[in-house]
Every structure is written in C-alpha cells, then in structure tokens.
C-alpha cells in the first residue's frame, strides 16, 4: 500500500480509544456516571483500571443505582452490603445465569431472591416452589437448630398461623458445612474439601454469627426486590414495543426486515442491553451499527441462497450440478452458450469473464486481467 493510500485509508477508520491512564479522570467519572449497574459491573471485570475507579469512587454505584429508574419503575433496591458486593449485586439482578431448578442458562430476573432463585420457565417456577424442595417448619419445631438463626426464610400463612418456610437444599448445606468443620476440628479427613473452604467450628459460628446479623437486611431487601421487579418488567416490555418500532423504522429505510436485523449475532446483545437497561435505540447508535448489521445480513442471505440452490439445473439440458459445477459443464458442453450469461454463478466468478476467443477453457479473469490475456493470446 503506498504512503498516500495508507494515509488514505487511516483517515477512514475509526479513531481507537487512548489507554485509560491518558484520559482525564474527571472524564472518565462523567462517562462512568451514566453507566447502568451490570455496566459498572462488568467494566469492574475488564482492568484493573476500572476496578481502581469504582473502589475509589464508590459514589458511580448511587448514579448508576439512579440510572434504574424509567416510566413507571422505581429505582433499583439499594445493594445489601452484608450480603453483596455492588458488583455481585449488579449481576445477580440482571446477569442471567442457570436454572436453579434444571440448570438451563436463562435471562430471567431472579423470581425469589432471598433464595437466590432463578427460573427458566413457569414449570421449574413451580418445582422449586413444590414440597419436595421447600421445607415448612409445621409446629416450630426447628426453631431450636443450628441452622434456624440465620438461614434465609420467608413466612407463609395457614389457617391463620404463620410458619417459617426454609430451602431443604439449603438446610442440607448447612449440615454438610458444619460436618466438614467439625471434621476439620478433630483433625480428621474433611467429607467435603472441595465444597468448603478449610475451618474450625469455632470459625464457622463467628460466620454464622455474620449471616445472622445480615439477615434481616437481606430479607427487607428480597422483599423490595420483588416489588420492584414486578414495575421493572412492565417498564422493559414497554421499552422492547418502543425499540422493536425504532428498529422497523430503520429497517425499511435499507429495504431490510426486523426480522433480518434481530437475526444479526451483534445487534441481538445491543437491543437486548437497552431493554434490560430501560434506554430507547437512537440514530446514533443504528449509524454506529449499521454497516456490521447490513454486512452480517447480506451473509445470511448468500448463505440462504446456497442451501436453496445448491443443484441447480441446467437451462440448455435439464441436467443438475452444483453452481461451481454448472458453469464447468457450460464451458464444456455448450460452447454456443455464453456462461457470462448463466442466472447463477459461484461467488469466486462475481465481477469475472471468460475469455469467448478460447471456447473450451472455463477460466475467469478480471477486466484487467482479461485484457492482459488477449493482448498476449489474442493479438
């Protein structure tokens, strides 16, 4: 590439970010400050150098903890700090992650968060919910375990009496922790190494004094959380309407369907971000996107049409071949036939000839390259 084209061609492309220790920091805080939460959390995992930022400026979490509110949805429930990190927080909320029940991946907001519960659907909403992994302390007869202090539960009303409802995995946990540090105490081999970190039981009740003591914020949060959510998914419904009607409007400007553009890997994650964080798609962002999206579809199509004909018959004899076949069998058996004509062609042909001076030969050139050609065979 010459200087000229190079430079050219620079003065195209993109302009790409200076490391972050050479922009101004109050800049980098400004940008920070109209982050949503899982925003900040995942540039809390790209460097060190956010994670520096969001530690040093623990004020980003409250603008982002704002950036929640929308229509008729209220501000996220502020992060229970015993609990969580902002970060962790941020994730669990609107990170997705597995089927508590059949462990499928899913998007879903967590449906019961005291329990960290997440569902993939209404059937494994309703297992998780069931007798079989929900336990109710019928007569208050576990008030007294180890366990009963400071193991997450909620309340549950039958014919006016109210009992304390446990997760019976949970409970389990719990026995196999305090079996692993009893095991570990008497210095005999631990049952679960791989499950709990090494501790004594007298390490393991300052712990449990620790979750006693976050429990009831944890339990005021869940509650909140779950009130929230309730606003929070009406509002995203709402905002998706909004998006996908910004979406066809764009669409039928490039004579391309919704469809067409929400089949695009990269512009799924973008339209699936600004539902999650309540944010209208702009012109902005279309322009910013647009040539991947138009690219990425018109591969879609070309692989579409493969498929569709990948026998193709014929037009002189009805026979079938496969489209870089049919024009080798063009040359061959129809040299009356221009097979720069033929409907359908290989992509390598796109935009070559075959030279007509040389009847059996099923070779293509470029414009400059055919001319090349005659000059040396067809003087």
Not at 18 to 27: E, H, M, N, Y
Not at 48 to 64: C, D, Q, V
Not at 129 to 140: A, K, N, P, Q, Y
């Amino acid at each position: 590439m010459s200087r000229k084209s190079r430079a050219a061609y620079t003065r195209i492309l993109p302009a790409s970010l200076p490391p972050l220790d050479q922009i101004p920091l109050d800049i980098v805080i400004f940008i920070l400050q109209h982050c949503s939460p899982f925003d900040l959390a995942q540039l809390s995992l790209a460097t060190k150098s956010f994670r520096r930022i969001l530690t040093g400026h623990p004020s980003l979490w409250k603008h982002a903890q704002l950036q929640t509110s929308r229509g008729t949805c209220p501000l996220l429930p502020e992060c229970p700090p015993e609990s969580f990190t902002h970060e962790a927080y941020a994730a669990f909320i609107f990170g997705g992650g597995h089927c508590s029940h059949c462990s499928k991946l899913t998007n879903h907001l967590p449906f019961l968060s005291l329990f960290r519960f997440r569902s993939c659907s209404q059937q494994c909403k309703s297992a998780l919910m069931s007798e079989e992994r929900m336990f109710t302390d019928w007569g208050d007869i576990n008030q007294t375990a180890f366990w009963s202090p400071w193991l997450p539960h909620f309340h549950s009303q039958v014919l006016g009496k109210t009992y304390r409802v446990y997760d019976r995995q949970a409970i389990a946990l719990a026995w196999r922790e305090l079996q692993d540090a009893t095991a570990f105490t008497a210095g005999l081999a631990r049952p679960f190494p791989n499950e709990f970190p090494a501790r004594s039981t007298d390490e393991l009740g300052l712990i449990h004094a620790k979750r006693e003591q976050a429990l009831a914020s944890l339990t005021l949060n869940a509650q909140l959380v779950t009130e929230w959510a309730e606003h929070y998914l009406v509002e995203k419904r709402r905002m998706r309407e909004t998006n996908l009607a910004f979406i066809k409007l764009v669409a039928n400007c490039d004579n391309v369907s919704v469809r067409q553009v929400l089949e695009c890997s990269g512009f799924q994650r973008i339209f699936a971000a600004f539902n999650r964080d309540l944010e209208k798609l702009t012109f902005t962002v279309w322009m910013e996107h647009r040539y991947a999206v138009l690219t990425e579809i018109n591969g879609i199509r070309f692989g579409r049409q493969k498929a569709l004909v990948d026998q193709v018959e014929c037009p002189h004899c009805q026979q079938s071949f496969g489209v870089e076949a049919l024009s080798v069998h063009t040359v061959a058996k129809h040299s009356d036939v221009d097979p720069d004509l033929l409907p359908i062609r290989p992509p390598f042909m796109m935009g070559k000839k075959h030279c007509r001076d040389c009847p059996k030969s099923d070779r293509v050139y470029t414009g400059q390259g055919l001319r090349a050609h005659q000059r040396a065979k067809h003087p």
